[in-house]
Nanobody, 124 residues
Framework: QVQLVESGGGLVQTGGSLTLSCAAS????????LGWFRQAPGKEREGVSC????????YYADSVKGRFTISSDNAKNTVYLQMNSLKPEDTAVYYC?????????????????WGQGTQVTVSS
């Protein structure tokens, strides 16, 4: 079993930055893929970014490419999402997820473990 806890959300102005953290416990995530998803009110959950812990392969949604950076610290069993140049449309609850499959994927159904989410609000 893996437990994931997100932190770092908050309220920020347009153009600002936030760094989300997702701390994992229960076992080492050395072979997992870790993803960040978001869900805005009335919208479907969207895959934002993911990283494969084993080889560092990453994926970014077109909507965040060039603004968001995913990284992982295997020693701390933590994955981060650095978010720059934030826009009001980035407002959502952000979730981190882990999949034992190990391959970076934006398909939410591939992920077995989910955190509770952290709210990110970008004011205009």
């Amino acid at each position: 079993q893996v437990q994931l806890v997100e932190s770092g959300g908050g309220l920020v102005q347009t153009g600002g930055s936030l760094t989300l953290s997702c701390a994992a416990s229960g076992r080492t995530l050395g072979n997992d893929a870790l993803g960040w998803f978001r869900q805005a009110p009335g919208k479907e959950r969207e895959g934002v970014s993911c990283i494969s812990s084993s080889d560092g392969v990453t994926y970014y949604a077109d909507s965040v490419k060039g603004r968001f950076t995913i990284s992982s610290d295997n020693a701390k069993n933590t994955v981060y999402l650095q978010m720059n140049s934030l826009k009001p449309e980035d407002t959502a609850v952000y979730y981190c997820a882990a999949t034992e499959m190990g391959l970076c994927t934006r398909a939410s159904y591939e992920y077995e473990y989910w955190g509770q989410g952290t709210q990110v609000t970008v004011s205009s």
